[in-house]
């Protein structure tokens, strides 16, 4: 009797493990099919997914690129104010005035509101007039080096002439030989370095600078550099193309 129910009680445990084995194995089986089912609709999923996806790194991308953008063209025209403004300084402490306002004001942009075809490379108007201290000899640059001078004041606006222009005739000096000559343009987005001495050593990479002038363009005022021999004359001078520090093609506001 003792032997049957032990028989009995073996039998029932071995059902009963049986039947929890076959359960596991179930829900083990079922959790695999739901990962396949679950991966197989996420794959379904990406396609009409994915434009919106690219589409929000496209988003991020660009508003990473345009505040990187929006400062650095901030720190250049900081910088380019800057430089302007030391190399005033120095040409200042190298004797003669610069302005007839103020110069402990800071330096000031103004904006370029129209430059002709027929007189691209002759002058430019800017917004700034008479109101703003501006008055005619006034020398205005770009990127800290000089590119004309106001020719014409209004009360709003004002017309400077660029060194590209044919009548534009200044005094210049090649800083390391210290050779005088005179810089014009020739109309036509070149600018020209004139009645230098033959024979001088003067080479290319040398820096053109502006020679003593007159209360508004003293010495010392950054032009460019000797970018190679234009002409040799027979009357013991030498003419030099010069490469202008600033991009003279493209500029949207000067510095006075």
Same mark, same amino acid.
Request: no cysteine; hydrophobic share 40%; aromatic share 8%.
């Given at each position: 009797?003792?032997?049957?129910?032990?028989?009995?009680?073996?039998?029932?445990?071995?059902?009963?493990?049986?039947?929890?084995?076959?359960?596991?194995?179930?829900?083990?089986?079922?959790?695999?099919?739901?990962?396949?089912?679950?991966?197989?609709?996420?794959?379904?999923?990406?396609?009409?997914?994915?434009?919106?996806?690219?589409?929000?790194?496209?988003?991020?991308?660009?508003?990473?690129?345009?505040?990187?953008?929006?400062?650095?063209?901030?720190?250049?025209?900081?910088?380019?104010?800057?430089?302007?403004?030391?190399?005033?300084?120095?040409?200042?402490?190298?004797?003669?005035?610069?302005?007839?306002?103020?110069?402990?004001?800071?330096?000031?942009?103004?904006?370029?509101?129209?430059?002709?075809?027929?007189?691209?490379?002759?002058?430019?108007?800017?917004?700034?007039?008479?109101?703003?201290?501006?008055?005619?000899?006034?020398?205005?640059?770009?990127?800290?080096?000089?590119?004309?001078?106001?020719?014409?004041?209004?009360?709003?606006?004002?017309?400077?002439?660029? =060194?590209? $222009?044919?009548?534009?005739?200044?005094? *210049?000096? &090649?800083? !390391?030989?210290?050779?005088? #000559?005179?810089?014009? +343009?020739?109309?036509?987005?070149?600018?020209?370095?004139?009645?230098?001495?033959?024979?001088?050593? =003067?080479? $290319?990479?040398?820096?053109?600078?502006? *020679?003593? &002038?007159? !209360?508004?363009?003293?010495? #010392?005022?950054?032009? +460019?550099?000797?970018?190679?021999?234009?002409?040799?004359?027979?009357?013991?001078?030498?003419?030099?193309?010069?490469?202008?520090?600033?991009?003279?093609?493209?500029?949207?506001?000067?510095?006075?």
């Amino acid at each position: 009797m003792e032997n049957r129910h032990s028989t009995t009680r073996e039998l029932v445990h071995g059902l009963t493990a049986l039947i929890l084995s076959l359960f596991l194995l179930g829900v083990s089986s079922g959790l695999g099919v739901i990962k396949n089912i679950v991966d197989i609709w996420g794959a379904v999923l990406f396609i009409p997914e994915y434009p919106a996806v690219v589409m929000r790194e496209m988003f991020l991308k660009w508003r990473s690129w345009s505040n990187d953008t929006n400062f650095l063209n901030s720190e250049v025209t900081r910088l380019s104010n800057e430089n302007a403004e030391l190399r005033l300084e120095l040409a200042e402490l190298a004797g003669g005035k610069i302005y007839s306002y103020d110069k402990k004001q800071e330096t000031r942009t103004a904006r370029v509101t129209l430059r002709a075809p027929m007189s691209w490379w002759s002058e430019i108007r800017i917004d700034r007039g008479g109101n703003d201290n501006i008055t005619q000899g006034l020398p205005i640059f770009s990127s800290g080096y000089l590119i004309g001078r106001v020719s014409t004041v209004s009360v709003m606006s004002s017309w400077a002439e660029l =060194i590209t $222009s044919s009548s534009f005739m200044i005094p *210049a000096v &090649i800083e !390391e030989t210290r050779e005088l #000559g005179v810089i014009a +343009g020739d109309g036509n987005g070149s600018v020209l370095l004139h009645y230098i001495p033959s024979g001088r050593g =003067i080479r $290319s990479g040398m820096k053109v600078s502006t *020679a003593m &002038i007159g !209360e508004q363009l003293p010495p #010392g005022l950054p032009i +460019g550099k000797i970018s190679g021999e234009f002409t040799a004359g027979n009357d013991g001078y030498t003419t030099y193309r010069i490469e202008p520090g600033a991009n003279l093609s493209r500029f949207y506001t000067v510095t006075y």
